[in-house]
């Protein structure tokens, strides 16, 4: 499905779904070039779970942590990972298990990843968009035709 991003609130519209169909365990992978709109779409997300402190990108961090009312978040960036073992370092396998894990640049660690991750890919080109692809699930949340704002 093709999500169109033309503006901040076009982002905040797919966040609010998005955050309606999240239950723990899930992830989601955010990707796109860098400037896509990645952590600017994590935010939103985060905002529309009642994330109301400072939402800073993960750039040097990797990862960053909040708790919600429904379910911890662990937001990663994993740009700068140089290895696996920086990967377990960083706790993405706990937090794939235990949190919901929003992931930009999830091409770093596509292996660790569920196969049952929400995909969202973030292009710019001829206008800001996103490919959405993912469990069955989220055809509802995501379906234009339908209400799935939550929160
Ligand atoms: N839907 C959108 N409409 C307009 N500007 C956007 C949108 N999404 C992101 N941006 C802007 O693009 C820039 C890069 O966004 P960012 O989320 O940091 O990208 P990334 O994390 O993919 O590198 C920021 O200035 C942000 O405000
Ligand atoms: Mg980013």
Redesign the pocket.
Known sequence: MQWP???????NALAARIAAGLATGDCVA?E????????????AILRALGVTEDVP?PTFTLVQSYETTRFPVRHF?LYRVEDEEEIEELGLDDALEHDVTLV?WPERATDRLPAARLRVA?TTEGG?KAAISGPAKWAGFLNPGQGGHGG
């Open positions: 991003l033309d503006n901040l609130a076009a982002s955010l796109g070039d860098l400037g896509a709109g990645k952590t600017t779409l994590a935010r990108s960036d930009e973030i800001r």
